[in-house]
Each structure stands twice: as structure tokens, then as C-alpha cells.
């Protein structure tokens, strides 16, 4: 049966998704639902707008001839991005997903030429009454990657190379060196920030600096195999970030942070279908097989992935949040009693190191 007269007869209780699409009862009866995915960066085989990209795949794997998707890559944050969302949704496209943080003025400003057509950002934090925003708790596989590399270092120094300094990014930063000083206190973190979600020169630029200042095992939150790649030239260790990054250096891979996108998506596209969407926020983590440590490399102890496996059940369970208390920051004031967790509001806006991170956050 085709997915749009069943569709049809969903919305005929309700006009504003009869609107939204501009559907009544058997009317463009064999058209599927046009999804747009627009993306920063080439799709690749690794990475941010990899992943993202598998999850549109994903996509059209569950809901086949139901849907139609469009994949724009390499598209910047400024007002190109505006030019295309507004091409996409003067095209049909009635589901439009931004998937970079920068997009989201753009997107506000574009959702309201088009009441009709719902819009999807992620990381994002504005949200009006077509315009969504959707986010993975990466930091839940920044936590598990930092018990591997509390484990594994051999210096107590580790490194990160950070992109841009937004919460989501710092947040990412304190996970990992939380993670890591749950098994060994004595560790530290030095970030180097490059200013750029892919850069890959400047990414293997930072790698470099920080183990030359005795970084043993790094993380980074920008989008190329770079910081992978520079570890293993160096005979450290590093992790794959967004997806599995293996191939770029087998001897210093040590697991991968992957986010699993389609279990948005998935869910956003079920909404539409059933006329049952709304603007909203939703940050879903572990506990939904949003995000995992994956890929681990023969160098990592069975111990070591048994450790992960209790911490990630935990965290599955809500025994335990990477942000649980007795919690301190950098300046070692309490944030979080003891027994109790932070929650999101605070997660969301965090602009602050905890105790473990040295430097200072960029103003």
C-alpha cells in the first residue's frame, strides 16, 4: 500500500498537519515524503557529516519508497546555508534537517517564510513553533573514552583538541577528563582549540603540540581522522570521534565515540507520518543507542572494555551521569552536591572546566 494514503487519512483529524503539508484526503496520493539533510562538511567515510549521513541512509532503509531524501554537503554557516534551506523548502521538502550548530539563525529566520514545513536543528537551542532541535548526549562517549584513557596512559597527561568553545564542546572536555580521573585521579587534560569544526592541518597542528607538552592519549571534537593520524605517527594513542576512525591509524585507535543519528531521525520522520509532530527538544543519549564506544583495538585490555561495559550499563540504567556528584570546577567551588546529578539546563549552558582540566575557557 502506498505510505501517503494511509498518511492522508491520518492527518484528516488534523488541520494543522493537513496545512503543514498541504495534503487532503487523496490528494498527491503516490508522493513520498521529501526529507532534506543539510550538512557542513563532504560526507566522507568519517566523521560528523558521516554520521549524520548514515542516519539519513538509515532512513530510507526503515521507510524505503515512503520517504525521498536529499543529502546538500559542504555547506558553511553563513548565508549560504540560508539560501539553501529556503531552496530546499520552496522545492517540497517538507522535513528539513540542519545539522551544525552554525545553521541556527538561518534556520529561524527561514522557518518563518515557511510555516508549513518543519524544520530540525541540531544542537541547537531556539525553537519556534515549526523549528525543532534535536542532540546526542556525546558526552556520554566522551566519559567512556576517558576510563579507557585513564586506563591506558602511561604519563597521566592527556589531550584534546577542541573545535569551537560552546558548551557542547566543553561539555565534552570535562566528560572526558571525568571519565578518566574516575580511574586515575591524578590525571589531567590540556586542550588545544583550533577555532574550526575541520581543519584537518590545524587539527594535526594541535595533536602534535600537545604531545610534545607529554599528551599520551587524545581526543578530539573536530571532524577529521588528523588527531587519529598524528597519534599514530607518534606511537600514541587517540580515539575516533562521531564515527569509527580505525583505518587512519590501527596502532593508535583505541575505540570510537559513534552517534547513531538515525535514532532521531527515525523518530522524527514516524512523527510527520503520523501527524503527530511538534517543535520541541530532544537529547537522547546511551539509554536510546544514540551514542556508544565502539571499535576497540586489540591494545585495549578485556579488562578495560569489561570496565566500559559496567560504566556504559550504568549509564543506561540513570546509575550513573558522567556529571554526578560531589562535583567540583576548575576553581574547585561545588557545582554538584553529592547524590545528586546536573541537570540538562545546566549541562546545556556549561562554560567551565572541572577540576582535572588545565588552562582557561577562551572568552
Known amino acids: 500500500m502506498s505510505a501517503l494514503p494511509t498518511l492522508a487519512r491520518r492527518l484528516a483529524g488534523a488541520s494543522l498537519f493537513a496545512a503543514a503539508f498541504g495534503l487532503a484526503a487523496g490528494a498527491q496520493a503516490a508522493d513520498p515524503l521529501k526529507l532534506g539533510f543539510v550538512y557542513l562538511g563532504p560526507t566522507g567515510d568519517h566523521g560528523w557529516t558521516y554520521a549524520h549521513d548514515q542516519g539519513r541512509k538509515g532512513v530510507e532503509s526503515k521507510f524505503g519508497d515512503k520517504v525521498a531524501t536529499l543529502g546538500v554537503e559542504n555547506v558553511p554557516e553563513t548565508a549560504d546555508a540560508e539560501r539553501v534551506f529556503r531552496d530546499l523548502a520552496t522545492k517540497g521538502y517538507k522535513v528539513i534537517f540542519g545539522t551544525s550548530f552554525g545553521y541556527m539563525n538561518q534556520m529561524e529566520k527561514v522557518a518563518k517564510s515557511f510555516p508549513n514545513t518543519v524544520f530540525m536543528h541540531a544542537t541547537g537551542y531556539k525553537t519556534t513553533k515549526n523549528l525543532g532541535i534535536y542532540n546526542i548526549r556525546t558526552y556520554e562517549g566522551a566519559y567512556l573514552a576517558g576510563v579507557v584513557a585513564g586506563k591506558m596512559s602511561k604519563s597521566g597527561k592527556l589531550g584534546f ?185 545546566t549541562l546545556l549552558g556549561m562554560n567551565y572546566y572541572v577540576g582535572g582540566v588545565e588552562g582557561s575557557v577562551p572568552k
Open 161 to 345: 583538541v577542541g573545535s569551537i568553545p560552546i558548551p557542547e564542546v566543553i561539555r565534552n572536555i570535562n566528560a572526558y577528563t571525568l571519565g578518566a580521573r574516575s580511574v586515575n585521579p591524578a590525571i589531567s587534560t590540556k586542550v588545544i582549540w583550533v577555532n574550526s569544526w575541520f581543519d584537518p592541518g590545524k587539527e594535526r597542528e594541535a595533536a602534535l603540540a600537545l604531545i610534545a607538552q607529554g599528551a599520551d592519549v587524545l581526543l578530539q571534537n573536530t571532524d577529521s581522522p588528523a588527531v587519529v593520524q598524528a597519534a599514530a605517527e607518534k606511537g600514541k594513542y587517540a580515539f575516533g570521534w562521531d564515527s569509527e576512525m580505525t583505518k587512519f591509524g590501527p596502532s593508535a585507535h583505541l575505540a570510537a565515540a559513534v552517534l547513531h543519528w538515525d535514532k532521531i531521525y527515525d523518530d522524527v520522520v514516524d512523527d510527520v507520518l503520523a501527524g503527530s509532530w511538534k517543535a520541541g527538544d530532544i537529547f537522547i543519549g546511551a539509554e536510546k543507542g544514540a551514542v556508544d564506544l565502539e571499535a576497540f583495538g586489540p591494545m585495549v585490555p578485556d579488562e578495560v572494555k569489561k570496565l566500559v561495559d559496567e560504566r556504559r550499563s550504568a549509564i543506561k540504567a540513570g546509575k550513573l551521569h558522567p556529571f554526578g556528584g560531589p562535583l567540583k570546577d576548575q576553581a574547585g567551588k561545588e557545582v554538584v552536591a553529592a547524590g545528586k546529578a546536573m541537570d540538562d539546563k
